[in-house]
């Protein structure tokens, strides 16, 4: 099943739902980061979370940027996605691997830990970035992304997201839903709701099951409750490039620059974000001086 994100809204005007498949956006992060077990369930189910805040954005160009730092063995996570199903992320400790939990699952709550925050960054084209963050509600992700909507959103949400490791540590399935309340929902309707997802089988489980977004979010509001709106492609995708590094490190003081070229002969940069390597030799290196120069920067 290829990678996936559904829009819908009740019938009855009373919630918007999202719901994505998301396991070969996840097991593209995983190969490119090498990541074990908690490190990939960590990572992607960030990754899932943030995928589907974008697209809850109204806005069009908007990107959202998350990171998570709990503290944990894990360190800390970023994730950057647009509005079009293009996300990124990495995590600073990819090799981390720990005992289940009480549960039989993998421990994320005690991977990424609660001693920190979860900070949204909201980026539009010729707006200054907005940040807001709240304290971690549990390092279990999608709780902390229910805070984050409830707190700083002012939008009561419940959000599910899930990463099924393998044993080899490939990804044998990941999604998730993100389910919002909008004004005029009665408290009745916002009780069978919660009642529901807490009655069906884990998400991991309908993944699993090869569920699709839309049969889950059928699963808690019922078959012909929902008008569904959009389906965008997911992907796990870095717009990174040699220019754009480029240009970052015009940006260098000229000092550091000219150090690394007489230390060096050269350059070798990676993206955190994809791992891909650039290398740029004495005039490439001499040529992003000489545009520095022209910027002043000293």
């Given at each position: 099943m290829k990678d996936y994100l559904v829009k819908a809204t009740t019938t009855d005007g009373m919630f918007r739902a999202y719901a994505v498949t998301a396991q070969e956006m996840v097991m593209t992060a995983q190969k490119d980061h090498d990541t074990w077990s908690a490190s990939s369930a960590a990572l992607g189910r960030t990754l899932i979370g943030?995928?589907?805040?974008?697209?809850?954005?109204?806005?069009?160009?908007?990107?959202?940027?998350?990171?998570?730092?709990?503290k944990g063995p894990v360190g800390e996570i970023i994730a950057d996605s647009d509005s079009k199903g293009n996300v990124k992320g990495y995590i600073q400790k990819p090799h981390v691997h720990l005992p289940l939990n009480v549960n039989h699952k993998i421990d994320v709550g005690k991977a990424v830990g609660v001693n920190g925050?979860?900070?949204?960054?909201?980026?539009?084209?010729g707006e200054d970035p907005y940040t807001s963050s709240v304290p971690l509600a549990s390092g279990e992700i999608g709780d902390d992304f229910t805070y984050y909507l409830a707190q700083?959103?002012?939008?009561?949400?419940?959000?599910?997201?899930?990463?099924?490791?393998?044993?080899?540590?490939?990804?044998?399935?990941?999604?998730?839903?993100l389910i919002q309340v909008l004004p005029g929902a009665s408290d009745e309707a916002i009780s069978?709701?919660?009642?529901?997802?807490?009655?069906?089988?884990?998400?991991?489980?309908?993944?699993?099951?090869?569920?699709?977004?839309?049969?889950?979010?059928?699963?808690?509001?019922?078959?012909?409750?929902?008008?569904?709106?959009s389906t965008n492609p997911v992907a796990f995708y870095c717009n990174c490039s040699k220019t754009k590094f480029a240009r970052d490190l015009e940006g260098i003081p000229v000092s550091q620059l000219e150090a690394m070229l007489k230390e060096d002969d050269g350059l070798s940069v990676t993206?955190?974000?994809?791992?891909?390597?650039?290398?740029?030799?004495?005039?490439?290196?001499?040529?992003?001086?000489?545009?520095a120069k022209s910027r002043g920067k000293n």
């Open positions: 943030t995928v589907m805040l974008a697209a809850s954005v109204d806005k069009s160009g908007e990107a959202i940027t998350v990171k998570i730092d709990g925050f979860l900070e949204v960054t909201r980026t539009s084209d700083s959103e002012q939008i009561p949400s419940a959000v599910g997201v899930s990463v099924f490791v393998n044993d080899d540590n490939s990804i044998g399935a990941a999604g998730g839903y069978k709701v919660i009642t529901r997802i807490k009655q069906i089988p884990m998400i991991s489980e309908l993944l699993l099951d090869h569920q699709t977004p839309e049969e889950i979010l059928e699963l808690i509001f019922g078959k012909g409750k929902l008008h569904f709106l993206c955190n974000f994809c791992q891909k390597h650039y290398d740029y030799d004495e005039d490439e290196l001499a040529t992003i001086i000489s545009v």
